[in-house]
């Protein structure tokens, strides 16, 4: 783990920008950014398009860690370069932006008022590949509408079940749960002293829920 990273994001100022559209939501970020559709004829000339979005976003002289604390890649992302350098060394040794990785493949169909994650079969892969590349940390996610067994199966999934596959990594996880509202947590400020993880008996977890 990268000692500079985490005491940024354990002490920073600033906010997390979510970088991470996936192949299923990229056509409509593509249509608001101004491209629409009939631009690209294949996933690869999308994802391409939509790396030339993020890339001028994130070369913005307003876009450094002064203002940004971390910035959530899509898998893709990670693996693309930004001015002749990995996305992930740009944002971090050019920008002094604390890289994450997006590790889901989105979310399960509604049950009992939640929403778990899909199954990530490959997701050892995806650690190896984000250690590798320098990325800190990953988000998941999961939506919460109605407490009860949906919620049971939430934190099962999101405490129990994956916090092993983090720690064998020395990993550095964080989860975003949306509640009915949608409402999600507001941005750190200097005077949030606590990590944002922290030891327990089923590994990492987020010391402030963020519904």
């Known amino acids: 783990m990268n000692a500079q990273q985490f005491e940024k994001i354990r002490s920073g100022a600033g906010f997390v920008a979510a970088l991470d559209q996936s192949g299923g939501s990229t056509p409509n970020a593509l249509r608001l950014y101004g491209i629409e559709e009939s631009a690209y004829s294949s996933e690869q000339e999308m994802f391409a398009l939509v790396h030339q979005m993020r890339s001028r976003i994130i070369t913005s002289p307003s876009f450094d860690g002064n203002r940004v604390l971390g910035a959530i890649l899509f898998q893709d992302t990670m693996y693309r370069e930004i001015d002749g350098r990995s996305s992930v060394d740009y944002l971090w040794n050019v920008k002094g932006v604390v890289p994450f990785l997006k590790i889901d493949d989105g979310l399960a169909d509604a049950a009992e008022g939640a929403q778990v994650m899909r199954p990530v079969p490959d997701l050892e892969d995806r650690l190896a590949g984000a250690l590798d590349h320098g990325v800190l940390g990953t988000k998941i996610r999961s939506v919460i509408t109605l407490p009860g067994p949906g919620l049971d199966a939430v934190v099962e999934q999101q405490f129990s079940r994956l916090p092993g596959q983090f720690l064998r ?29 922290s030891p327990s008996s089923t590994g990492w977890l987020p010391t402030r829920w963020s519904c």
């Open 169 to 197: 990594r020395v990993w550095c996880p964080s989860s975003s749960r949306r509640s009915r509202s949608g409402a999600r947590a507001r941005p750190r400020r200097k005077s949030d002293s606590r990590p944002l993880s």
